[in-house]
């Protein structure tokens, strides 16, 4: 067996008894064993600074600071976007009258000129000013002129002052006004301002057009703020105006991204066809988009099919869509179906493609694969991007392989391809799962020195972070700053502070942001109930969870590979094993798609609860379905082959972890330690120590413990001090596990005069003995029928030990007579 763990090592056989040694039987006290290091401090956690970095970042360099209607930040994912559009505009000249402008007043041109002039601060004490000379000239043009200038910010802060003009004086605004900003700021993509003014006006009283009544409904749309689009698009049907294709695309949109719509889906095809609208490559790929986010395979299977029956050529971006619905699965094998299929109709692939490929890869668990596919893109001419790097940089996070993330991310900027904000959104979440502050902090930086501004994203991944470490005040702190800075929470923000808030523990936190959601106007999504579900499944509440099931599918919602996997994570949590397996039989019968996610889960779930039948077929499972097993995964196989004295699969899983071209890790050996150890292979144990030091590895306290556990156990109490001095010498400080396993071993032994040395070791180390310990040594005594010196003992530990109170020395007292008595 030795030569499977470490194959360049020859087969020995292993002793069941060392030699004799030669020297001199070791002591436990302070004077043969050198002194236990001291434990390191930990690590301050910089959060401050790190809120204090993103809080420069975010900050708008010229934002307004006065305005009459609720603040409205602009939003910063376009603010590279509107820096060059800014700059291909001319810029405007002073005072002077420009040609292009003719179609103003000459009080129009002053009171443009005077608008331009004055910062952006100063704008609202200028408006009151000159309110009555504003309310004369024709608006329209005003913003009109505003906006061919690119001095759009300065259009919204009119308008803004007009909107609130208007309730003062209790007049209704012109419609023509309304219409003209409303396609300002679609087409600048500040879908979260229009969204916020369209509150403050009551759109219903006011006949607009079709091209602004689609703009709103596409702010709706990107706000999360569904109800609001359809009751929109019911009222426009009923003014007698025909909807567009492009204002049914975006309806398509909101049904999809609303979720258990699928119905009313098909109710707007139908419409647009009795409507004689053809269908385009967004209209197909809506479609098919809104399927993947449901997990509807098969509805986007037969739509795509049905499509192609009608005479309809699916392009590249229907394609694409297809491939994301079975990436998002995790079938790769489906989305290199496609692929070829794309290729046969000479369908070239472009970024996106080999960017959901990369993401069906990774998804099934074939991390390198994936990144593999950076070099395909390559040799096809097409360049990898930052979404391509930022997929596989995301699959090396989740699989724990940090270095291999942030080796890539560096590669992508040695070669020229410069990461977007989600690329450094990946890499802070990445980082700060770990714990790895000051580099975030790094990250911070390098987004301020490229000129990438956080978002949104950004500000939800560090309340998701600060959620991972249950730090509830950080938590509420980060959510009040991130509306400080402008930005409001939208429905991803409040699935993240759900979560957060259950991962902190605080159940009650987590239902008022449920209820403040709604209260905002979000309608909930699954991504809602998931959120729901992860916090309960923490705390094993798997009947509250099903009820949040039960509730999903009575509102229409179809539970995803989430919704089970948190369900089998609260299963295990609260010890239903029943729970497990019906959901397992679900699975495995075909009734729930058997996804990579979800069979994982599986290997977990019984893990947890131990089930050894369980585990196997799970993994099996894993593999039969061609899905590529993580470390994590083979880890919890090895450990529960291990704990079942299984020597030969445990020693399987090793090779198949090796052959997966995975190394093993720490958790690996300790597996294997703590298999021989249990089993009395001692020895056998402290030679996969020594083989995992001389293979460049570092044993840790666990390892050292189990061995020196082992040693104790065969009441080999000279091998096992022997383990400690070399634990110490590589500075690893014992723990109170450590004392107590040598107390045991010496009170079984009935040698309680090297007992007493231990208790002095731990007192000179900082490390006291806890009720644990004198609980052994009081159990030694009785155990050797010393009553009367296990009583001394137990007076005596007060003056020994001033923390100990009086309650737990009666249980001690108590628990000798009953031996006594017994």
Not at 474 to 480: A, E, M, P, T
């Amino acid at each position: 067996m030795e030569g499977t763990i470490f194959p360049n090592r020859p087969v020995n056989p292993v002793p069941i008894k060392r030699p004799t040694r030669t020297n001199p039987p070791l002591k436990f006290s302070s004077a043969t064993l050198p002194p236990s290091p001291q434990s390191p401090s930990p690590p301050s956690v910089p959060l401050d600074s790190l809120l204090q970095q993103l809080l420069h970042l975010s900050s708008p360099a010229n934002k307004p600071t006065t305005s009459h209607l609720p603040a409205l930040p602009i939003s910063s994912d376009s603010g590279q976007k509107q820096l060059k559009k800014t700059s291909s505009r001319k810029p405007t000249s002073g005072l002077s009258y420009d040609g292009s402008l003719g179609f103003l007043s000459s009080k129009g041109r002053f009171i443009f000129n005077s608008i331009v002039e004055t910062p952006l601060h100063g704008l609202n004490d200028f408006f009151d000013s000159c309110k009555f000379e504003l309310l004369e000239v024709d608006l329209v043009s005003i913003l009109k002129a505003l906006d061919v200038k690119g001095k759009w910010e300065r259009a919204l802060l009119l308008f803004e002052w007009v909107v609130s003009n208007a309730r003062l004086e209790n007049e209704k605004l012109d419609t023509e006004v309304i219409k003209f900003m409303v396609r300002i700021l679609g087409r600048e993509s500040q879908h979260s301002i229009a969204a916020k003014l369209l509150d403050e006006i009551p759109i219903e009283e006011y006949s607009l057009d079709v091209r602004a009544y689609t703009s709103i409904l596409h702010a709706y749309s990107r706000t999360g703020k569904y109800e609001k689009a359809i009751t929109l698009f019911e009222k426009l049907n009923e003014t007698g105006l025909s909807p567009t294709l492009v204002t049914y695309n975006v309806m398509l949109d909101v049904y999809g991204k609303m979720g258990r719509s699928w119905f009313k889906i098909l109710g707007l095809l139908d419409e647009m066809k009795s409507r004689g609208l053809e269908f385009d490559e967004f209209t197909c790929s809506t479609v098919i988009s809104a399927c993947g986010r449901e997990g509807l395979l098969n509805e986007a299977k037969d739509f795509f099919d049905g499509l192609k029956l009608q005479g309809y050529v699916p392009g590249t971006v229907t394609y694409n869509s297809l491939l994301q619905v079975f990436g998002k699965a995790g079938i790769y094998s489906e989305a290199l179906s496609i692929l070829k299929e794309m290729e046969e109709n000479n369908c070239l692939p472009d970024s996106v493609t080999y960017n959901e490929l990369v993401a069906a890869y990774v998804r099934a668990g074939f991390y390198e694969e994936g990144a593999a596919v950076i070099d395909t893109m390559a040799c096809k001419g097409v360049m990898p991007n930052a979404v391509t790097y930022t997929t596989v940089i995301n699959a090396y996070g989740r699989a724990g392989r940090v270095e291999k993330a942030l080796s890539l991310f560096n590669h992508m900027k040695e070669l020229g391809c410069v990461p977007n904000v989600c690329t450094y959104n990946t890499i802070l979440g990445m980082l700060g799962k770990k714990s790895r502050v000051e580099e975030m902090v790094k990250i911070l930086c390098d987004m301020k020195s490229s000129g990438c501004t956080p978002n949104r994203i950004t500000w939800n991944t560090m309340l998701s972070i600060c959620g991972n470490k249950g730090m509830q005040k950080y938590v509420n702190l980060i959510f009040r700053e991130m509306k400080s800075c402008g930005f409001e929470p939208d429905r991803d923000t409040f699935n993240t502070l759900i979560s957060a808030y259950g991962r902190c523990g605080s159940g009650i936190d987590a239902t008022k942001m449920f209820e403040e959601m709604m209260t905002a106007g979000f309608t909930p999504c699954i991504s809602t109930y998931n959120a729901l579900l992860n916090s309960l499944a923490r705390k094993g509440d798997w009947k509250s969870a099903e009820s949040v099931i039960l509730d999903m599918k009575n509102k229409g919602f179809k539970p995803n590979e989430t919704s089970y996997s948190s369900m089998l994570h609260c299963y295990a949590k609260g010890g239903n094993i029943k729970g497990i397996e019906n959901l397992e039989k679900e699975i495995y019968d075909g009734h729930i798609f058997p996804s990579w996610m979800l069979l994982r889960t599986l290997v977990l779930a019984n893990f947890k609860c131990r089930s050894l039948e369980g585990t196997e077929r799970a993994f099996l499972e894993l593999q039969k379905n061609g899905y590529r097993p993580d470390l994590v995964i083979f880890n919890l196989v090895l450990s529960i082959f291990a704990k079942n004295n299984m020597y030969d699969k445990a020693n399987e899983m090793l090779q198949l972890i090796r052959e997966s071209g995975m190394l093993p890790n720490l958790l690996t050996y300790n597996n294997l330690i703590d298999m021989y150890a249990r089993g009395g292979e001692c020895w056998k144990a402290e030679e996969i120590i020594r083989g995992l030091i001389k293979s460049g590895g570092k044993p840790d306290l666990v390892s050292y413990n189990t061995v020196i556990k082992g040693f104790c156990r065969q009441g080999l109490m000279q091998e096992a001090i022997r383990m400690l001095y070399e634990m110490t010498t590589a500075g690893i400080r014992p723990c109170i596990f450590t004392y107590n396993t040598f107390v045991t071993g010496y009170a079984g032994q009935g040698m309680f005069k090297e007992v007493d040395e231990v208790l002095s070791h731990m007192f000179q180390n900082d490390c006291k003995p806890n009720e644990m310990t004198y609980k052994i040594v009081v159990d030694g005594y009785c155990k050797a029928r010393k009553y009367k010196e296990a009583m001394d003992f137990v007076t005596n530990i007060m003056e020994m030990d001033n923390s100990f109170d009086d309650e737990s020395v009666r249980r001690l007292s108590l628990r000798v007579r009953e031996n006594l008595e017994s």
